[in-house]
């Protein structure tokens, strides 16, 4: 298998960890996703609901997205960096995957691919909205799915940085740290070479390391700077 | 001899380090700790929980997807189009219903008033999805209404009577009413009542961890 192909699919696995199994209706903190068991919900099979949603059952589609809309919420909310513009960006996520749903073969798993098409949604969203002004955002509105006791203070501090950084950082930043994709893959989904996805990625490293210690996003992209003496 | 670059250390989070950079880790504790942080901090954003859309996300979804004509307008379940929302939003509805009814009595009651008429709302049946949103939406008004009277009627008490704690012990007795709440969750996954508990227990966690971080200007790392 080539390097390549190795880090596709160990980046496939990475976000299927994360986000593979569905979620309960209701939230559930202290409890990951990745450890319900599917049969919460279970009346129906995943395979059974996607065959229902395609064929326009709005029961099946309503019950794909109780499993599945904390998820793409949340990677469309940080590459959105604003609850407003990130409700809209989901739901053009949803339509174009509830459009696309007769293309899905089952290759990849749904939520792999739903997450992709999320992914690439929010992506456009952003190119086509421009450059966001810079501006010092609120705390996010939004409610996480598990916070876990000790770490709500800290989710809350790092989504408050991933909103301060420059977009082009940011991008590189969620995909890769936070969602698990390969700077291959990120180098497709950005149209950019896989150097300039790591450059971008150690750069937004910096970047957030010295928000979190300031509390500000200075000017200067990417703290190339020496620690000093 | 210059400590390595913030961009370098941020490499070093997965890459080794070169036997130049290798030679100055083993000397300098700044740079090691430095380096410590920023692996802390990649593996907190590997962390990072889903997080829940606004609560009338799935409606809009649900009247776009209709209007493009991707689901059919007779569902199995019986509704025009399909249903009122996800679970917990129909939690949360529940939750609303029973404190908009609790919360306008706790004032009339405390001003001598009649008695409460929030628990008629609290029994009220909606025959349609958009029936029972309306009644949401009224109850959800007259909540708000209610807890900002109340609260400007206990506001000049003192700080016992009025309620009002600090930020970190509010935070502390949520928590301890979230935990509360997730494990009669577990105890009733889908019992609307204690769905509901939970969902606004941890939205005023929220709330006053918010108030708590922007109050700090401690740093976590």
Known sequence: MGEREEARRAGEANRANRGGQPSPPMPHPNERVEERAPAVRGRMSEAELIRRAREGDGSAVRELYDRYAPRVYAVVRRIAADDDTAQDYAQEAWIRAIRALPSFRGDARFSTWLHRIAVNAALQAVRKKGTREKRRVPMPETLPVEPSHGDALLADRLEEALALLPDGMRKVLILHDVEGYTHEEIGELLGVATGTSKSQLFKARAKMREILRTGTASDEAGGMEACGT | ?221
């Not at chain 2, 989070?13 to 030679?23: D, I, Q």
């Not at chain 2, 829940?52 to 649900?62: A, C, M, V, Y």
């Not at chain 2, 349609?128 to 949103?133: I, L, V």
């Open chain 2, 1 to 221: 001899m210059r400590h390595l670059s913030n961009e370098d250390l941020a490499r070093l989070v997965e890459e080794a380090p070169s036997p130049e950079e290798r030679r100055h880790l083993a000397s300098c504790h700044r740079c090691v700790a430095e380096l410590d942080a920023l692996r802390e901090q990649t593996e907190a954003l590997g962390s990072l929980p889903d997080l829940l859309p606004p609560s009338g996300d799935w409606r809009e979804l649900e009247r776009r997807l209709a209007r493009e004509g991707l689901v059919k307008e007779d569902g199995p379940s019986g509704t025009p189009g399909f249903g009122l929302g996800p679970g917990w939003l129909r939690a949360a509805a529940a939750l609303v219903l029973f404190l908009g009814g609790a919360g306008t009595g706790a004032v009339l009651a405390r001003n001598g008033g009649p008695e409460a008429p929030g628990r008629a709302v609290a029994t009220v049946e909606a025959g349609s999805a958009e029936e029972a949103a309306r009644i949401l939406d009224d109850a959800e008004e007259r909540y708000v209404n209610a807890l900002a009277q109340y609260r400007r009627l206990t506001g000049t008490g003192s700080e016992e009577e009025s309620g009002v704690v600090d930020p970190a012990s509010r935070f502390a007795a949520l928590e301890a009413l979230v935990a509360a709440g997730q494990a009669a969750v577990r105890q009733a996954p889908t019992d609307p009542f204690i769905n509901g508990i939970l969902v606004s227990s941890m939205a005023e966690r929220q709330a006053t961890l918010r108030q708590i971080s922007t109050a700090s200007t401690d740093d976590w790392f």
